[in-house]
């Protein structure tokens, strides 16, 4: 038999429950069909020597505005409330062209950390041009629609592109009783998850509290929509009832943890969800709040804020690279990805097994230091390659489909010509 693709003699963490083991991964088609120790005796199209490198199932970022990537660094040391007219002013001043840019650019830093799969939150969307982007970089991914975008021709294109949909659902200052019943209503009847900002911050919850009575997860319960297992990005203000409603329900969660420290938004109590059973994911938010979209620096941020905010080992790497894969898969509802064995899509990055970031590598039957290489070391400078659906999309730093130098440069061009619109909006 034949394949696309074999790697030989590689240290593989599969993340479907076995231990990490050194093996062979072989890709036919864009799926795997064999990863196992031992040898294969597959034939292959291309055969790469992997005894430099450890295979990981691609990440997920799990929450990305890719919008705001050109505006990174202008609304730096300032709490979120303070800079909300700011942040839409600022998104006024895109057109499609702006907005496909950004986006680029924001998914290209995205899969050079080892992104394979990336939720765009959008508020706004460039018509039929919101698939440049993914095409652009070569990555899976979704995006989030309100309602009358579900109703428009864009949800056929995107789901004919193979990217997925996601319901958005306002935040708490927006929220309308019947509004986010026509959500859950909707959700039921065309299968489409809802996906929401939620609990991010004390003044948002304070708003829902002073209209409706009750706080945001209570009201989610109460139209209907917690019972669809909806993506709830943020929640840093949980109660105890709001952990357990979300663990019965089987909603998910997105944390943000570098974005969330950056505004002082607060901590998702992350160690006392995964008790109760809830799934977890990362994300990177945009990055006027995170200034990039390294979702490795998100699983470090994720063991480091927690280890201060209760104690060490409340989050370990297990559980960061399990939210970066397989948990974060299953916490964003999405099939086929997050672990590497027969019939998974063929999602993975190599990491460079000798780099200085992360040796020295030990592993013993009892005890190995890989995870915590790759989660508190490597980096996305120790990334070799990654692969999407067996396509190599990223090489040595660079992408391959696209220009990056260039599109770093169009971007200065375009932020100089309205540098002027742009100065006023900081002053005010």
Known sequence: MTCDLLIKDTIIIPMDGRKPFRGFLAVDDGIITFCDEGECDLEADEEIDGSGYIITPGFLNAHLHGDFYVFKGLLDN????????????????????????????????????????????????????????????????????????????????????????????????????????????ISDRMGYKVYAHVAETTWRIAICEERFGIGPIELLHKTGILRRKPVLVHACWLSNRDIDLIADNSATIVSTPVSEMKLGDGVTPIPKLLRKGAKVALGTDGALWNNGADILAEAKAMVLVHSLNSTPGAITESNALDALTSMGAEAVGVEGIGKLQKGMNASFVLFNANSPEICPIFISEKISNLESALIMSAGSRAIDSVYVCGRKVMSDGDIILSDTLGLLEEAGNWLMSIGGRIENILKE
Do not use: C, W
Not at 79 to 88: A, G, S, V
Not at 92 to 102: G, H, I, K, P, Q
């Open 78 to 185: 300032m709490p979120l409330r303070e800079q909300y007219h700011k942040t839409n002013r600022l998104y006024d001043l895109m057109n499609e062209d702006a907005m496909v840019l950004s986006r680029t650019l924001a998914y290209a830093e995205a899969v050079r950390a080892g992104a394979t799969y990336i939720v765009e939150h959008s508020f706004r969307n460039p018509g039929e041009r919101t698939i440049e982007p993914f095409r652009a970089v070569g990555v899976r991914g979704a995006v989030t629609l309100d309602i009358s975008g579900l109703e428009s021709g864009l949800t056929d294109l995107l789901v004919e592109n193979g990217i997925d949909v996601f319901i958005n659902a306002p935040s708490e200052e927006d929220f309308d009783y019947s509004y986010l019943k026509d959500i859950a209503e």
